[in-house]
C-alpha cells in the first residue's frame, strides 16, 4: 500500500517534513518487524506535510508524557502538570524536544489547537465508583483558556459515555469540539461483558 504524495499544500510556513518512507506499510506492519516510537515517522512519504499544531497535555504521569514524546517530535507541546517537581523532574528526560514547553503555570495553556488531559483517574473507595474529581478540575482549567477553535479530548480512563458528560458543559459553554478516545466499562459493567 503506497501513500499518495503531496497531501497537503507545501507552501504553508507552519509545516514538518516527515522522514523518508523507504517499505510497504504492511510489511513494516508484520509481526516480524520491530517498530519503536521514532521508525513509526518513517511511514510517510519525506514530500508529505503536515501543519505544525500546538496541543497542551495536562498531566504528565505516565499517559501524559507518552503524549508528549510522541506529539512533541512534530508539533508545539506545552506539557503542563499542577506538581512543579514533576515539572523539574521531567526536564533532563525531555530536553531533546526543543518543541517541548514544561510548565506548572497555567496561563501556558493559552492558544493551543488541542488539549490532552490525562490525569489520574481513580476509583472512590468502598463504591468503586470513578472518581472524576481530577479530570473535573483539568476541565475546568481548561475552560478558561480554550477557543472556539480548539479540541478537547480526555485522555484518562473513563467509563463508556463519561467523556460527552463531562465535556458537553465546556462544548455548549466555549463552542469547541470533543475528541473521543477510547472509553472502558466500569467493573459492573466488566463483570456483563464478561458473562457474555
Known amino acids: 500500500m503506497a501513500f499518495p504524495r503531496d497531501t497537503y499544500d507545501s507552501s504553508d510556513s507552519d509545516e514538518t517534513d516527515f522522514p523518508s518512507y523507504d517499505s510497504d506499510l504492511g510489511d513494516a506492519l508484520s509481526p516480524s518487524s520491530s517498530i519503536s516510537s521514532s521508525s513509526s515517522l518513517s511511514y510517510f512519504p519525506s514530500s508529505t506535510k503536515i501543519p505544525v499544531k500546538n496541543i497542551a497535555v495536562i498531566g504528565v504521569g505516565y499517559v501524559g508524557l507518552h503524549l508528549v514524546e510522541v506529539f512533541g517530535h512534530l508539533h508545539n507541546v506545552t506539557a503542563f502538570d499542577i506538581s512543579q517537581q514533576r515539572i523539574q523532574d521531567l526536564r533532563p528526560q525531555l530536553q531533546h524536544l526543543p ?20 490525569v489520574p483517574t481513580l476509583l472512590k473507595e468502598g463504591t468503586g465508583e470513578i472518581d472524576t474529581s481530577y479530570i473535573k478540575a483539568a476541565i475546568d482549567t481548561v475552560a478558561r483558556y480554550a477557543g472556539r477553535t480548539s479540541t478537547v479530548v480526555i485522555e484518562s480512563s473513563v467509563a463508556v459515555g463519561m467523556s460527552r458528560e463531562l465535556l458537553t458543559p465546556l462544548m ?15 467493573p459492573p459493567e466488566l463483570k456483563t461483558i464478561r458473562a457474555y
Do not use: F, H
Open 99 to 118: 518543541q517541548v514547553k514544561l510548565t506548572y503555570n497555567p496561563e501556558a495553556l493559552a492558544q493551543q489547537d488541542y488539549y490532552l488531559i490525562s
Open 172 to 186: 455548549i459553554a466555549k463552542n469547541v469540539k470533543a475528541g473521543m478516545s477510547p472509553e472502558v466499562p466500569t
